[in-house]
């Protein structure tokens, strides 16, 4: 099972940036997707966006196309999202994940493993 470590969450005001990293180390990210969920508080898992670490295709949530932007950085083992133009409604836990069926990209029932998360508030 593949170690992911999240990390940039915070609190920022609407219109505000952040960007998140999902970290592995020591484990490369060839033939896998790494994915991006997010979950409010009452609400069910959201998938947002994934990269291909094979072709670097990237795939995004209707919520957050134009706002949000996945990247990859294999020699690092890691991927990030850069998130602009926040909005409150984009309050959540942030969640990685990694899943080698990449065509069930955003999948949650796909992933192999999942990180921790780390918090994105965004106050209005």
């Known amino acids: 099972e593949v170690q992911l470590v999240e990390s940039g969450g915070g609190l920022v005001q609407a219109g505000g940036s952040l960007r998140l990293s999902c970290a592995a180390p020591?484990?490369?990210?060839?033939?896998?997707?790494i994915n991006w969920f997010r979950q409010a508080p009452g609400k069910e898992r959201e998938g947002v966006s994934c990269?291909?670490?094979?072709?670097?295709?990237?795939y995004y949530a209707d919520s957050v196309k134009g706002r949000f932007t996945i990247s990859s950085d294999n020699a690092k083992n890691t991927v990030y999202l850069q998130m602009n133009s926040l909005k409150p409604e984009d309050t959540a836990v942030y969640y990685c994940?990694?899943?080698?069926?990449?065509?069930?990209?955003?999948?949650?029932?796909?992933?192999?493993?999942w990180g921790k998360g780390t918090l994105v508030t965004v106050s209005s």
């Open positions: 020591g484990f490369p990210f060839d033939d896998y997707a």
């Open positions: 990269i291909s670490s094979r072709d670097g295709s990237t």
């Open positions: 994940a990694a899943t080698s069926r990449e065509r069930l990209c955003l999948r949650y029932y796909a992933m192999d493993s």
